[in-house]
């Protein structure tokens, strides 16, 4: 399993990867998530990150992984802040290290660039998701939590 750094040739497979995560993810776990959003906005978004020198975008075992640094915050003096923006790994090669692999070369790259504040945010109803980012040793930071009255329960069964 080889995992390479993306060239401008491979935005189509990251913009392929990235439309299979909307799907696969946000747009089961989301209401409000517009799954469309990479057939029309995604060849130029990621095109723009390839080409990010503060952007990592890596290919994999037919999936991505998306890291970028943060500018620095002023309410945080001393943090070098780099969060793993997006990953997946093809439903075909899971459970065989791959995304253990994206990981590891994320945190390489971010620990070369002197972050000290490594970050990621996942869906809590992605239980897989959260057990293997536990795995690759993060751990709950902050938890972002979702009002759910009988108001928002209509809007979630309008979509
Ligand atoms: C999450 C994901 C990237 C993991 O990739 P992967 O290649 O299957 O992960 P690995 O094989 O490297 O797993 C390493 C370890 O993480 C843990 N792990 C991985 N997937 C897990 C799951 N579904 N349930 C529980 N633990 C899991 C295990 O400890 C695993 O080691 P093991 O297989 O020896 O038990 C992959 O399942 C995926 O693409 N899921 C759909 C997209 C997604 O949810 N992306 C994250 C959005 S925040």
Redesign the pocket.
Known sequence: MTVSVCAPGDVPALVASAA??FE??GGRRDPFMDTGWPAREGEAYYASLVADPACLCLLA?G?H?IGRLRPPDPLRPGAVSAV?E??????E???????????EAFLGWARDRGANDVK????AA???????????GFEPFEVVLRHRNEWLSTVDSAH
């Open positions: 299979a995560l696969e993810d075992a999936g992984l793993l997006s990953m997946r790994v093809g439903p090669h899971r459970r065989s290290g791959a995304g253990a692999a994206l990981v990621v945010t996942a869906y992605n239980h897989g998701a959260l057990e293997f980012y536990r795995a690759q």
